[in-house]
């Protein structure tokens, strides 16, 4: 299994204003990867984060609204940028790991947040 | 179109009675699919994970089966405890990504009342 640390748990932002959620992971991973789940929906991939390199966003998701960041192969950066209230959202972080063949997702705790 | 559909979209038991959720898919090639639970406010949680060899797999009072041939499979929780109470989440792999781009189900909602 793997440890993910990922703070805020919650924040309620004003409109206009950025967050930046983080996620530490308990040892090396390549990739890290960036979910949004809107109230009621399931989980929506917006990027995956390779240290290293750019960050590849998904159809619907940019660079400019959803800055991210991977300085290392531990630790990863989402910044939901000029926040409006239909961001408002739980936001994941998840790596991969190889498990007797098997790749599994393992995610953090999430961050929720309201922008009002 | 790779998809994903789960049923019930919710659920309502009391305390120590079993249920089944569905989950039928249509992502291909298929390289896995996995139940996860999700408490609310939390991160997706892995309960089990199927490999199109395998038919059935437990963890606990989680039961999963697998038909590969018709592109299905049961989440069984038995006993059911107050604490079961979560979003169950299927998801599908393909042979042909990673983890990270597989595809989600919607989920089902289940409660369990005292």
């Known amino acids: 299994s793997a440890v993910i640390s990922q703070k805020p748990s919650r924040d309620i932002c004003q409109r206009g204003t950025s967050l930046t959620i983080q996620c530490q992971v308990d040892?090396?991973?390549?990739?890290m990867f960036w979910y949004r789940q809107q109230p009621g929906q399931s989980l929506t991939l917006i990027a995956t984060?390779?240290?290293?390199?750019?960050?590849?966003?998904e159809s619907g998701f940019v660079i400019d609204k959803f800055p991210i960041s991977r300085p290392n192969l531990t630790f990863s950066t989402l910044t939901v940028s000029n926040m409006s209230p239909e961001d408002s959202s739980i936001y994941l972080c998840s790596v991969e790991r190889a498990d007797r063949g098997n790749t599994e997702a393992f995610f953090g705790q999430g961050t929720r947040l309201t922008v009002v | 179109k790779n998809q994903v559909e789960q049923s019930p979209q919710s659920l309502i038991i009391l305390e120590g009675k079993n249920c089944t959720l569905q989950?039928?898919?249509?992502?291909?090639?298929?390289?896995?699919l996995r139940w996860y639970k999700q408490d609310t406010g939390r991160g997706p949680v892995s309960l089990t994970i199927?490999?199109?060899?395998?038919n059935t797999k437990s963890n606990g009072r989680y039961t999963a089966t697998l038909d590969a041939d018709t592109k299905q499979s049961s989440l069984h929780i038995t006993a059911s405890q107050l604490s079961d109470s979560a979003s169950y989440i299927c998801?599908?792999?393909?042979?042909?990504?990673?983890?990270?781009?597989?595809?989600f189900g919607d989920g089902t909602t289940l409660t369990v009342k005292p």
């Open positions: 199927m490999t199109f060899s395998e």
């Open positions: 998801v599908v792999s393909r042979q042909d990504t990673n983890a990270g781009k597989s595809t």
């Open positions: 989950c039928n898919y249509t992502v291909s090639p298929f390289s896995n």
């Open positions: 984060a390779n240290q290293g390199s750019e960050a590849t966003y």
């Open positions: 040892s090396q991973v390549t990739m």
